[in-house]
């Protein structure tokens, strides 16, 4: 089986910052991109940023200029830094990962989510 477990949300104030954490684990044989969606109450999940397994990166327009993802290969990690966070960014985020295991074709697994709130 293959995990995802993400870490770091919670409640920031308008400006503030929060890194999120995402670690994969299990029987893992190769990731390609690595990524980060958002739900927010009402609305569909939308991409936030993603990053390839080259380390080709991209963002939302909303998260440009103020989000930035990055990956540990040797961790199977992805980071999502969010800075000048606004009471717009809150959302249930949720880590994506296309994952092979056994060199099979790789799927997209998810985390369970975590909740970010910016207060104003």
């Known amino acids: 089986q293959v995990q995802l477990v993400e870490s770091g949300g919670g409640l920031v104030q308008a400006g503030g910052s929060l890194r999120l954490s995402c670690a994969a684990s299990?029987?893992?044989?190769?990731?390609?991109?690595m990524g980060w969606y958002r739900q927010a109450p009402g609305k569909q999940r939308e991409l936030v940023a993603d990053?390839?397994?080259?380390?080709?990166?991209k963002y939302a327009d909303s998260a440009k200029g103020r989000f930035t993802i990055s990956r540990d290969h040797a961790k199977n990690t992805v980071y999502l830094q969010m800075n000048s966070l606004l009471p717009e960014d809150t959302a249930v985020y949720y880590c994506n990962a296309d994952i092979s295991r056994f060199n099979l074709r790789p799927v997209p697994y998810w985390g369970q989510g975590t909740q970010v709130t910016v207060s104003s």
């Open positions: 990053i390839s397994s080259g380390g080709t990166t």
């Open positions: 299990g029987s893992i044989f190769s990731i390609n991109a």
